[in-house]
């Protein structure tokens, strides 16, 4: 879900429930599967603004690779524990973007990571420009980082 209130900056939410193939032997959250919770959710931000990776893809557009992480474990999830995924863009250049999520149980901080996404064709892997359309979008939602 998309949140664009008068009171807030431009969010992409996203629920995820832990399951037990998402932990590890001590029933605590594996600490990759956090990366790829971000990832869902970036990736389902994308779409609802109107652009799937397979459709940009097929049409000839570029990848969107991870270009750098910064990430922050602050407590555990645990199974069945139902988080919350919020992501926002703060920076958006020719070929990159720059988003900050945060995973949440309740109001319990739980992960913070600033995620570089870097824009690279798909036949060479070097940088290109984002899509003029897409470019606009991620514009679109840009906010101040959260503080931390």
Not at 19 to 36: F, H, M, P, S
Request: aromatic share 10%; hydrophobic share 40%.
């Amino acid at each position: 879900m998309c949140t664009n209130s008068p009171t807030s900056k431009p969010a992409f939410i996203l629920p995820i429930r832990i399951y037990y193939e998402d932990t590890d032997a001590g029933g605590v959250v594996y600490y990759a599967n956090y990366l790829r919770f971000c990832e869902r959710a970036r990736s389902d931000w994308l779409r609802a603004l109107g652009f799937g990776q397979q459709q940009l893809l097929a049409a000839g557009g570029p990848l969107f690779v991870v270009r750098s992480v910064q990430a922050d474990y602050l407590a555990p999830a645990r199974l069945d524990d139902e988080l919350t995924v919020v992501s926002t863009i703060h920076d958006v250049r020719n070929v990159s973007a720059l988003f900050f999520q945060r995973i949440f149980r309740e109001d319990a901080l739980l992960f913070t990571a600033e995620i570089k996404i870097a824009s690279v064709s798909s036949g060479t892997g070097r940088p290109v420009p984002w899509p003029d359309a897409v470019r606009a979008r991620l514009h679109d939602q840009l906010s101040p980082p959260p503080s931390r």
